[in-house]
DNA sequence: AAAGAGAGCGCG
DNA sequence: AAAGCGCGCTCTCTTT
């Protein structure tokens, strides 16, 4: 059963409706508080439709509600907007309108506009699920677009529920680590003593003594002058070369990225009551997966992961999934070699065991190479042997590159396909057909046409492994919830939905922490192992390919290498 | 003074 | 000269 709801000024609109959209119930017109004890009486089986789970659910959490599913008019209508398999569709074919702006927006412009989603939102939310039901409908593959449009809404009520609950976040550890690192904390804007020592020393060892190594320009003309060979001054570079200079300047890189990016300033804006609280935005990204905007969310470095710490009393369960993008290949392409490689064992030593390449390194190389479209390289010159022992796997990959480099477009296992290219690569790729064309013009078509093909080679993995994830995620947090309730950690509809239960509080592409109370820590972690095989069949089916995790219960972040 | 490009580095 | 994919954030330097 679907349950619409929408805004009519400062009320909530709430419409019963039938598996076909039809009414099934009078239609309500309730207030905010009504509307919070209304979710809370309805049958966990009732799928909640609404324009955007961002202008709906955090106010419902902050109520202590929590809900079991729903139906995320706004990322939906993305995918089968673009989606091959919906291709035909009205969704598809009508033009562009308030929908379609609201996914620019959402996804990576100001947020501004998903904010005012709360009064008003989006038009005729009615008329869009009905487009988007018949759109699946009439799909060339429902079962698998129904699939994508499940998991991509469930990963939104993920989303919101793990900003709302926090990664828990320990401030006197981090702060300690900022002083052994740093030094003393200083006001922002200004250098620490430790890496002011660093400057001094790179200043004398380049006999400039009023270098600003903050400054790249600076920087490079000093290395330049004591006679270094290099053209940037990435550290990559810098460690292929000999001088005084080289370890204290790394030293001064390394610490000068933990002040600017995870430093005092950091902690303070993002670390509110022990919780680093950051945004993902779902379907942030091209391929699916999803992005995350403040504090940086998806990119925690290592050496700060010490400060995230389970409370007293509690655990972390820190799982990845293995060579995850590989295995996803290995379905797609239905390659029983290269799923046989991966059985019960690390994929890469699989891929050594099969004699087809020496070490883990070159397989790992190999791979990537693959999946990328590298061209020279280890992972280049390697492809030929990784085709002859994964013929299909490989044709997966090649048949997207030339399809990416003639401008159409790819799809992922589930349904959701790659944009096209834009005005100026087209017009590029027009301009070198033309008589006329000039050398350049045709390398210049050439270059961009590869760089195309490598962008739907990986997407279609990429993406797969992304849905592979989502359906990972949402198994994850059903059963959660069914542990908690099972353990009687907190009966439903508690003032904090998650203050007693296991819960997920971190997810990066292909890992996820779960905050559970320790004496759910064992349980937890057989619901994450099991959760992977299941994503695995909804994707797969009985196509024999595994998804092993490293699943390891935890204190601590930087427990987990 | 603000906005944008580029460099660099963090994550998968 | 280009060079294996996808991101976000901070800083410098240039442009408006």
Not at 162 to 183: C, I, K, N, S, Y
Not at 293 to 304: C, D, M
Not at 306 to 330: C, F, M, Y
Not at 365 to 392: F, I, K
Request: hydrophobic letters at 45%; proline letters at 6%.
């Amino acid at each position: 059963m679907y349950i619409l709801v929408s805004r009519d000024g400062g009320k909530v609109l709430v419409a019963p409706l039938t598996d076909d959209g039809s009414a099934s119930a009078p239609e309500l017109t309730l207030s905010d508080a009504e509307f919070g004890r209304y979710v809370q009486e309805q049958d966990s089986a009732a799928r909640w439709v609404w324009d955007d789970t961002v202008a709906w659910y955090p106010r419902l959490l902050a109520g202590g509600i929590r809900i079991a599913r729903c139906h995320d008019l706004r990322l939906c209508h993305v995918i089968l907007r673009h989606s091959t398999l919906s291709a035909g569709s009205d969704l598809a074919s009508a033009p562009a309108g308030e929908w379609d702006a609201s996914a620019l927006s959402g996804g990576a412009g100001e947020g501004e506009a998903l904010f005012e989603l709360g009064h008003g939102g989006l038009p005729d939310p009615r008329g869009e699920f009905l487009r988007q039901l018949e759109a699946v409908r009439a799909a060339t593959a429902p079962g698998r677009l129904r699939l994508l449009l499940a998991a991509e809404s469930a990963g939104a009520l993920v989303a919101a529920e793990m900003q709302f609950a926090g990664l828990p976040w320990r401030r006197d550890v981090h702060e300690r680590l900022l002083a052994t690192e740093l030094g003393p904390r200083v006001p922002h804007g200004t250098r620490p003593e430790r890496l002011e020592r660093l400057a001094a020393r790179i200043r004398v060892a380049l006999e400039a003594p009023a270098l600003n190594p903050d400054s790249p320009v600076e920087l490079l003309r000093a290395l330049k002058a004591t006679g270094l060979p290099i053209a940037s001054t990435r550290a990559f570079e810098l460690r292929r070369v000999e001088h005084p200079v080289i370890e204290p300047l790394l030293e001064y890189k390394k610490r000068s990225r933990l002040l600017s990016a995870n430093g005092w300033a950091w902690m303070d804006a993002w670390v509110v009551d022990g919780r680093f609280h950051p945004e993902y935005l779902p379907g942030g990204v091209v391929t699916g997966r999803w992005a995350a905007r403040g504090g940086g969310a998806l990119q925690l470095p290592k050496q700060v992961r010490g400060a995230v710490v389970a409370d007293d009393g509690w655990k972390l369960v820190v799982a990845d999934a293995a060579q995850l993008e590989p295995r996803i290949l290995a379905g797609l392409a239905a390659d029983v070699a290269m799923a046989d490689a991966g059985r019960g064992t690390d994929l890469y030593a699989g891929i050594v065991a099969g004699g087809v390449v020496e070490t883990r390194q070159q397989a790992k190389g190999a791979m990537l190479g693959a999946m990328y479209g590298a061209t020279t390289g280890q992972g280049g010159q390697l492809l030929p042997r990784l085709a002859a022992a994964y013929p299909r796997a490989v044709a997966a990959v090649e048949a997207a590159a030339r399809l990416g480099e003639r401008g159409d477009v790819v799809t992922t296992l589930l349904g959701r396909s790659s944009p096209r290219p834009d005005a100026g690569w087209r017009a590029a790729q027009a301009q070198a057909s033309q008589p006329g064309a000039t050398a350049a013009d045709e390398r210049r078509a050439r270059s961009q046409a590869r760089e195309w093909g490598r962008f739907t080679r990986n997407f279609i993995v990429q993406g797969s492994a992304a849905e592979w994830a989502l359906c990972w995620l949402a198994e994850i947090r059903k059963e959660l919830w069914e542990v908690g309730t099972r353990a009687d950690a907190s009966p439903g509809g508690s003032p904090a939905p998650f203050r007693r239960r296991p819960h997920l509080v971190f997810f990066l592409h292909d890992e996820v922490i779960v905050h559970t109370p320790e004496a759910l820590a064992k349980e937890v972690a057989e619901v994450v192992r099991e959760a992977a095989a299941r994503a695995g069949r909804l994707l797969f089916g009985e196509f024999p390919v595994d998804f092993p995790l490293s699943a390891r219960i935890v204190d601590n972040y930087a427990e987990v290498t």
